[in-house]
């Protein structure tokens, strides 16, 4: 049986990949990292796979839509194209009319830039309001900005929504924000959080966890 910090530990090292890292998004302060975890976030927040949001992410990063002015300049058809080539083909009308009307939004209001959203905001109650007002971004898609941001954000720091804090529960973790950011260093804490959205919804990541430290 390892502590509690022990398995907090181990649930790094066997899960802790963001989902920012798992798409190629080397996160930090600037435009166009924070748009393509904007893009992310729309697309894990429709009913699909993770895996295939994931990769439609990336399918969209190598045809050159990193920033708000290539998206919407590039053709409906092509950000559909894009999509597909990542699988993500239930969603891929919509969701392509989403990221244009969402991009135009981007470059309207905020010169295409997320960090003038962030300096226009008064906690993190607002950064989630505001973040909804893009289209195909509701309070899940809200919460997957914060959790992934909240590394490049300090301020946002410790953020953990309710599916997170129920993945923590199960793995034997705190629920809350405060005690869980004890148990990791603050640049891991992301990751943490991660690993803990993965074991709110796969039970084989609980199952691991639990017996990589001994509790079988």
Do not use: N
Not at 47 to 74: H, N
Not at 88 to 105: K, N, P, Q, W
Not at 156 to 178: C, F, I, M, N, T
């Amino acid at each position: 049986m390892t502590s509690t910090k022990g398995r907090a530990e181990a649930v790094l090292d066997r899960h802790g990949q963001t989902f920012a890292e798992q798409a190629g998004i080397k996160l930090a302060d600037r435009p166009s990292p924070l748009y393509r975890l904007l893009v992310l976030s729309t697309l894990l927040s429709a009913r699909i796979s993770s895996d295939i949001a994931v990769s439609a992410a990336r399918e969209l990063s190598k045809a050159g839509f990193r920033t708000p002015q290539k998206m919407a300049g590039a053709t409906w058809q092509q950000r559909v194209d894009a999509l597909g080539r990542g699988h993500y083909r239930r969603y891929d009308e919509r969701t392509s009319s989403m990221l244009g009307d969402g991009a135009e939004l981007l470059l309207d209001r905020y010169g295409g830039d997320l960090r003038r959203l962030h300096d226009d905001t008064a906690g993190v109650d607002e950064l989630e309001r505001r973040l909804q007002e893009f289209p195909g971004i509701g309070p899940s898609g809200a919460a997957i900005f914060c959790r992934e941001v909240q590394g490049v954000w300090p301020d946002v720091h410790p953020y953990v929504d309710s599916r997170a804090r129920d993945g923590a529960e199960r793995l034997g973790l705190p629920k809350s924000a405060e005690k869980l950011a004890e148990m990791v260093s603050k640049d891991d804490f992301p990751r943490l959080v991660a690993a803990c959205l993965r074991a709110s919804r796969d039970k084989s990541v609980v199952d691991d966890v639990k017996k990589a430290a001994g509790d079988d």
